[in-house]
Structure formats: structure tokens, C-alpha cells
């Protein structure tokens, strides 16, 4: 991991404790925890001329932490580090085989959800918003090529995201399995031609799927 890659997750772990030591301070109930999990995600917006976007599996780790503010509502700050791509295939008016990219993004993500428990139920719905600090881009094309795309992409993407989960209740550390879905709200590509001649166009945004598993500690004061 990088040395700006490793501040980030850093910085996003420091607020994180912050947050959690307040609201510690001001008697409400907390859980901390850790989170990993599978997406599946995809390009969206204006394709390159004759080629499709397909999904890609990636994956994310990290740390959450929920912050009760009343009984059935909690905030939720969640540092991670995401890898996202997606799979470019090009038509070259065969069925096969056809040219095709590889892209792998990687970023470090701080998403601030609100989880909204409905009858204090074991079932919940999430929504909230997150910004996603890219640290790594590369494409890789059909020779096996790889080269490094981060200069393709913007530095930052700002996402909306919204989930629905199941908490499996237990004495010391519950456990929360939640399908969540991710938009972008911004176009997150820069085109440069230059890297292995690549067509990427001008508007594309991220969307796809999450599945994510944690464990959580609760606290209460």
C-alpha cells in the first residue's frame, strides 16, 4: 500500500474513533466493527463507438462504526478500501473473439450512512452518501499489457449509495449482511488517448452492486 494511499485510511480511521468518542461521551449507544465484501461494478454513461461495458467482480475492507440517534435510527461512518472495474469489449464484427480492456480502480472511500431500523427489527434499509479518493488505475488489454491509467480518471468520486440488510442478533458481536447499490454523481473520467490508445470517453460514472458482511461491538453507556 502506498504511503498517500495509507494516510487516507488513515485520516478516515481517526474520524471514525473521533465520532465514536463523542457520541461514547455523550451516553449514546455505540457498535465499531469491521466490514469486508464482494461488488460487482460497471461503467455508465457514453460508451466508446462500437464496444459495450460490462460488470467486473472487485472487492472492499475496512472499518464501520454506528452511532445510535434514537432507537431505531443509527449514523453509520464507514472507511474502506474498494476495488471497482469494469470489462470494455469491443465488436470486431465477429462472434468472436472480440478486443477487449481491462480496467481496476482502486480507491479509499468514506461513506456516512443512516441505517433506519423499522420496528427495531432485525431487517434495516441504509442510505447516505460517500466520497471515493482514487489511489490506483490501471488497463490491461489482450496481450496482457499493463499500463498505469490514473491520469485517465479524476482524483475523487463523489457516490450515493443505498442498501438493505439483516442483523443476526448475538450476545457480544452481531453480525450485519447487507445488498447495497452505488451510483456515481459525477463523471469520473479524464480521456487521455495516450495510454494503450485508449477510447474512453469524456462521461462515464460508476454504479453497481455490494455485498457486505460485519461484525460489530456494541457499546452502551
Known sequence: MKAGTLRMVVTGCRLLVFLLCVSASAGAETRFGGT???????????????????????????????????????????PMYVRRGTDISFDVGEDEPRDSLEARLDYVDCLVMVKVLPDNGATY????????????????????????????FENIDLFVAFGVGFMIPARSSPVTVELRYQQSLLSISEPNPSVLNSDLVPRMRFSGFQLRVAVLFPRSN
Open 36 to 78: 469486508a465484501g464482494l461488488n460487482w461494478s460497471t461503467l455508465r454513461g457514453d460508451g466508446p463507438e462500437n464496444a459495450n461495458y460490462n460488470r467486473a467482480l472487485g472487492f472492499s475492507v475496512g472499518l464501520v462504526g454506528d452511532i445510535a440517534l434514537s432507537k431505531d435510527i443509527y449514523l453509520s461512518v464507514e
Open 125 to 152: 434499509v441504509s442510505s447516505g452518501l460517500g466520497i471515493g479518493f482514487l489511489t490506483k488505475a490501471t488497463l490491461k488489454d489482450t496481450r496482457g499489457e499493463e499500463a498505469d491509467a490514473k491520469n485517465l
